[in-house]
C-alpha cells in the first residue's frame, strides 16, 4: 500500500506543480488527514505530514509537550479547518504507512509550517533527528 500511494504521486503528478488536496481532519499539529485530487479524476485518502515543521506530540514525555501539542493541533485546525483546500508540493513517500510528506500551503498560499514556526508552536525540522520538548 505504500508504495502504491507513493506510485501514484510519482506516476501522475509532476512533482514541479502543487497538489490539490481537500483537508479531512487534523491528527496532531503537524499532521492531517487529506483527499488528493490526482489527474484523472483520481481522490487519494492519505495522512499528510508538514515537511518543514515539527509540533510537540500529543502523547508527550511531559505535561509541557502534551498541552503545547493540543496548542499546535488546534491551531492548525485554524490554519486548515476540515473541508478546506491546501496545495502540496515537495511530496516525498513517508516512514509510515499511508502517509506522505509535504510542504502545505493554505488557501491564500502560505506556507503552514512556517506559520507553527512563527507562532512559537512548532520548530524548524528537516527530517533526521528530533530533539524533545521535555527536560529530563
Known amino acids: 500500500m505504500r ?12 512533482c514541479a506543480y502543487a497538489v ?5 481532519y487534523i491528527i496532531d ?3 492531517f488527514s ?5 489527474d484523472g479524476g483520481i481522490d487519494v485518502s492519505v495522512r499528510v505530514r508538514l515537511r518543514n515543521v515539527d509540533t510537540p506530540e500529543i502523547n ?4 509541557y509537550e502534551r498541552n503545547m501539542a493540543a496548542r499546535a493541533k488546534a491551531r492548525l485546525a485554524e490554519i486548515i479547518p476540515a473541508g478546506t483546500m491546501v496545495e502540496l508540493t515537495n511530496i ?5 504507512l499511508g502517509r506522505i510528506d509535504a510542504n502545505v500551503a493554505d488557501a491564500r498560499g ?3 509550517g512556517a506559520i507553527l514556526i512563527r507562532e512559537k508552536l512548532g520548530r524548524k525540522y528537516n527530517g533526521g ?3 524533545p520538548w521535555c527536560d529530563k
Open 3 to 14: 508504495f502504491l500511494v507513493a506510485g501514484l504521486f510519482m506516476l501522475l503528478v509532476p
Open 20 to 24: 490539490p488536496a481537500r483537508v479531512d
Open 29 to 31: 499539529g503537524d499532521t
Open 34 to 38: 487529506g483527499v488528493v485530487k490526482l
Open 60 to 63: 508527550g514525555d511531559c505535561e
Open 92 to 96: 516525498k513517500d513517508d516512514k509510515y
Open 110 to 112: 502560505n506556507d503552514v
Open 129 to 131: 533527528h528530533r530533539n
